[in-house]
């Protein structure tokens, strides 16, 4: 066969391969592709037809502007009751609580345990949410939280820097699902999906359902949700108490719904209304122990 011949042979199977390689590849899933097939739990509307997706928008905007008026102070027990096992308390936790452009901001101070350091983190919560994180080793600089440290024990519970920023309540991917009771009263039930930076790092949480209390306007229950819809995670707020006349949470139950293990945060003393230096919320301050209120100034919640 002449050379000019077998050129022309080449040159038409390199056209073909090349078309065979752009067909294939318009075939072969891409990253959004992938992202489809995420099991997406499906709405569960409380009603017989979809409740009105703007007036469940306004809602949620609502929601997230309410909080505690002004900076303010808590003092916090974790109660960790595994299923099987004695039931062992965490003492001494410490939150600052404030409020600036981005959203909720808390400094959280959690006691050393079985031998550790005392642990604290700077937790901003809102659409650009971040969490600092520093050891009670002051010579080690406080820094951002590895986002796949999000979901990792604290203090030896089943508490994470995930549930205490919360971040769910600002995705953007929602669905309102209309009123539901919880524990014989009306909630509006929202049903929030992971954006791909969560999803990256905790494949099995498919969504989170929160159900906001209609009177008092605040989260009385979410659960983590899996594949079938299968529920994670249940965070449940069992009571609420009255200090200086605004309403504020008392007992949280995190429970751990494979293990059936349980986690209590209990507000044991609060201080409202106070006023605090804006640097106790910057990561630098983390380094450094904070003094408290006087006890003076601290009511003590009882049971």
């Known amino acids: 066969m002449e050379l000019a011949s077998l050129r022309t042979i080449f040159s038409r199977q390199a056209g073909l391969l090349a078309c065979l390689v752009v067909f294939c590849a318009t075939l072969l899933p891409n990253d959004a592709g992938a992202q489809s097939r995420r099991y997406r739990p499906p709405a569960r509307y409380t009603q017989f037809r979809e409740p009105n997706q703007v007036e469940g928008r306004k809602i949620l905007e609502d929601f997230r502007q309410q909080g505690i008026a002004g900076d303010y102070y808590l003092e916090f027990d974790l109660r960790v009751l595994p299923r099987r096992g004695e039931t062992r308390v965490v003492t001494g936790g410490r939150l600052w ?16 345990v079985e031998g550790g350091q005392v642990q604290r983190l700077l937790v901003q919560s809102g659409p650009r949410g971040a969490v600092w994180v520093a050891s009670g080793d002051a010579s080690t600089a406080p820094g951002a939280l590895d986002p796949a440290a999000l979901f990792a024990p604290l203090a030896g519970t089943d508490l994470t820097p995930f549930d205490l920023q919360m971040p769910f309540l600002y995705w953007g991917d929602f669905i309102y699902e209309g009123l539901a009771p919880v524990r014989g009263r009306p909630a509006h039930v929202f049903l929030f999906y992971p954006p791909d930076d969560i999803a990256a790092r905790k494949p099995g949480l498919s969504g989170v359902r929160v159900f906001l209390d209609t009177q008092f306007g605040a989260l009385v229950q979410a659960q983590q949700i899996g594949v079938e819809e299968r529920v994670l995670k249940s965070i ?38 106070v006023d605090f230096s804006g640097m106790l919320f910057e990561p630098v301050s983390l380094a450094q122990a904070i003094t408290p209120p006087p006890a003076t100034r601290v009511r003590r919640l009882g049971p």
């Open 97 to 112: 609580g404030s409020r600036n452009e981005r959203g909720p901001l808390s400094r959280v101070e959690l006691p050393a």
């Open 236 to 273: 449940v707020v069992l009571d609420l108490k009255k200090v200086d006349d605004q309403w504020m949470v008392k007992t949280i139950d995190v429970r751990d719904e494979a293990t059936r293990n349980k986690t209590q945060f209990v507000v044991t003393g609060a201080a409202l209304g």
